[in-house]
Every structure is written in structure tokens, then in C-alpha cells.
Nanobody, 122 residues
Framework: QVQLVESGGGLVQAGDSLRLSCAAS???????MAWFRQAPGKEREFVAA????????DYTDSVKGRFTISRDNAKNTVYLQMNSLKSEDTAIYYC????????????????WGQGTQVTVSS
């Protein structure tokens, strides 16, 4: 079983950067990892995912070129570097883990963190 704890959220201005971290209690190398987000009044949506090795990543179109997902399996930590933030990036950001393969589907992730709030003012 894996426990996930996100950190790094906050209030920033449009154009600023933030780096989110997701610390896992177990061996993250056994899990594909992803970030999802949920904006007020909207459903939770996929943001980015990274394979177990870190060699491959995937992003939703709206963050491509601005966000970078990465992982450090030695530290059991996954990161989301967010640059050129926009007001529409405002959401609660969740870290998620699933065995073996990445997915863009929320229902396929077994483990979730509690979320960290990101607010971007325009």
C-alpha cells in the first residue's frame, strides 16, 4: 500500500511558477504516477503522468510546454513543475499512483493524496 502527501501549492500571480511535490510512503518505482486537478465546480481531470522508470511522460493538451512531471525514485517523490501559470490552472492538485502502467483515467488509480491548492490570480 502507498500513502501519498502533496505539498508546494499556494497563491501566485499569472505567469509565475510553482513546483508541486508528492512524497510516497512506499516504493514509488513500483507505480506509475500522475497528477490530476479539480477546479471549483468541475470534475477532476488528468494533468500529467510518468512511467515507473521516469522515461516516458504524458500531458493533457492545456499544460503541454508549461508543466513538467518528473520523479526521483531514490527519494520516493514525484514532482510537477508548473511554469507560465494561468488563472485557469487554479485547482486542487492531486497526486495518484497505480500499479505498473500509466493511465489518463481517474478510475484506474488506486492511491490518492489529499490534494494541494493552487490559486493563480490574474
Amino acid at each position: 500500500q502507498v500513502q501519498l502527501v502533496e505539498s508546494g501549492g499556494g497563491l501566485v500571480q499569472a505567469g509565475d511558477s510553482l513546483r508541486l511535490s508528492c512524497a510516497a510512503s512506499g516504493r514509488t518505482r513500483d507505480y506509475a504516477m500522475a497528477w490530476f486537478r479539480q477546479a471549483p465546480g468541475k470534475e477532476r481531470e488528468f494533468v500529467a503522468a510518468v512511467t515507473r522508470s521516469g522515461d516516458n511522460t504524458d500531458y493533457t493538451d492545456s499544460v503541454k510546454g508549461r508543466f513538467t512531471i518528473s520523479r526521483d525514485n531514490a527519494k520516493n517523490t514525484v514532482y510537477l513543475q508548473m511554469n507560465s501559470l494561468k488563472s485557469e490552472d487554479t485547482a486542487i492538485y492531486y497526486c495518484a499512483a497505480r500499479e505498473y502502467y500509466v493511465s489518463k483515467l481517474e478510475r484506474e488509480y488506486r492511491y490518492w493524496g489529499q490534494g494541494t491548492q493552487v490559486t493563480v490570480s490574474s
